[in-house]
Antibody
């Protein structure tokens, strides 16, 4: 059974940092591109960024709204993807999901809530 | 990259069919057959319903179908059931990035 489990969310002040984790199981993590998608309360889904597999040079890409502030990484030995978020703004408040790109975003975690507030 | 355009809400009675549109541009929907649709119930993670415009993942009812014409993709749900009431999001590849629609709330009357 495929599982994606996010962790690391919480309350952080504007300008602060937070690192989210996404632990994967049930599929070949090392061969999969992993993405992060967020959803503010009552709002739609927003693509945040992705990291490709080793075979694709661990290439990353980011949405314009987070570029330069967020960094996605992975540790294939731990089957885990990460989202490092720096210089957080109140508008970054959202549930953050990790998701696998298969034919599309076929598996999703349950999400972790990040609240940026003073 | 601007969000894809979806109607905010649609509704239908049980047994009826509804269609949700998703309008993008020649840089996303119009250029790639990588349009997907997601169903999201309140408090839950999104669920993949359609990928590559019109393909259904294993386990998804054949009441769900997708299509695309030019810069607009569509999701059709036939034989509406109460359990179909949810938010629906389209998504398209946009060349090194991905873009979602704003979401459509489906109400089953």
């Amino acid at each position: 059974e495929v599982q994606l489990v996010e962790s690391g969310g919480g309350l952080v002040q504007p300008g602060g940092s937070l690192k989210l984790s996404c632990a994967a199981s049930g599929f070949t993590f090392s061969g999969s591109a992993m993405h992060w998608v967020r959803q503010a309360s009552g709002k739609g889904l927003e693509w945040v960024g992705r990291i490709r597999s080793k075979a694709n040079s661990y290439a990353t890409a980011y949405a314009a709204s987070v570029k330069g502030r967020f960094t996605i990484s992975r540790d294939d030995s731990k089957n885990t993807a990460y989202l490092q978020m720096n210089s957080l703004k109140t508008e970054d408040t959202a549930v953050y999901y990790c998701t696998r790109l298969g034919w599309a975003f076929d598996y999703w975690g349950q999400g972790t809530l990040v609240t940026v507030s003073s | 990259q601007s969000a894809l355009t979806q109607p905010a809400s649609v509704s239908g009675s049980p047994g009826q069919s509804i269609t949700i549109s998703c309008t993008g541009t020649s840089s996303d929907v119009g250029s790639y057959n990588l349009v997907s649709w997601y169903q999201q119930h309140p408090g839950k993670a999104p669920k993949l319903m359609i990928y590559e415009v019109s393909k259904r993942p294993s386990g998804v009812s054949n009441r769900f179908s997708g299509s695309k014409s030019g810069n607009t993709a569509s999701l059709t749900i036939s034989g509406l059931q109460a359990e179909d009431e949810a938010d629906y999001y389209c998504c398209s590849y946009a060349g090194s990035s991905w873009v979602f629609g704003g979401g459509t709330k489906l109400t089953v009357l």
